[in-house]
């Protein structure tokens, strides 16, 4: 679990996912909604808004650096693993929320699970500082 090849493809897998989507939800809103089996009920400008949002957050995977060989470039993916995971779970917990109290589709929590399950993943590489300056 500690090889650079695991913990590349997780870092850059998820930047890359959420910049994907964020695109998708810019530019194609109604389409990407329906694609996750979401009533695309939504304004389109507002899931576009989110949509820069979830690109931003994405994208700062890639911010890092390429994997880290001393302990500067360490800290900077565990920098970007805190703060990602933070908002996933901020994401994670609003979405479940809402889709309990009724104010989401059940279909939403496709949303939900996916950003905790990463948020589990990137708070446990840093917790336990999988990478190493060695």
């Known amino acids: 679990m500690n090889s650079p090849r695991f913990i590349s493809l997780i870092h850059y897998g ?5 910049a994907i989507t964020g695109c998708l939800l810019i530019f194609l809103p ?4 329906s694609l996750m089996g979401v ?3 939504t304004d389109e400008i507002l899931v576009s808004y989110l949509g820069v949002f979830v690109f931003a957050v994405g994208t700062s995977h890639f911010f890092a650096g390429s994997y880290p060989t001393d302990a500067t470039s360490c800290e900077r993916w565990h920098t970007i693993w805190k ?7 901020c994401i994670a917990f609003f979405v479940l929320i809402k889709i309990i109290s009724g ?3 059940a279909a939403w929590i496709s949303v939900s699970a996916t950003d ?4 589990m ?3 446990h590489f840093w ?3 999988v990478l190493s300056s060695s």
Request: no cysteine; glycine share 4%; hydrophobic share 50%.
């Open 121 to 123: 993943i990137l708070i």
């Open 30 to 33: 109604t389409w990407t909604l």
């Open 14 to 18: 998820t930047g890359l996912m959420d």
């Open 83 to 89: 703060i990602s995971s933070f908002v996933r779970l």
């Open 39 to 41: 009533n695309p009920r």
């Open 127 to 129: 917790r336990h500082r």
């Open 116 to 119: 905790f399950v990463v948020a």
């Open 103 to 105: 104010q989401l589709d």
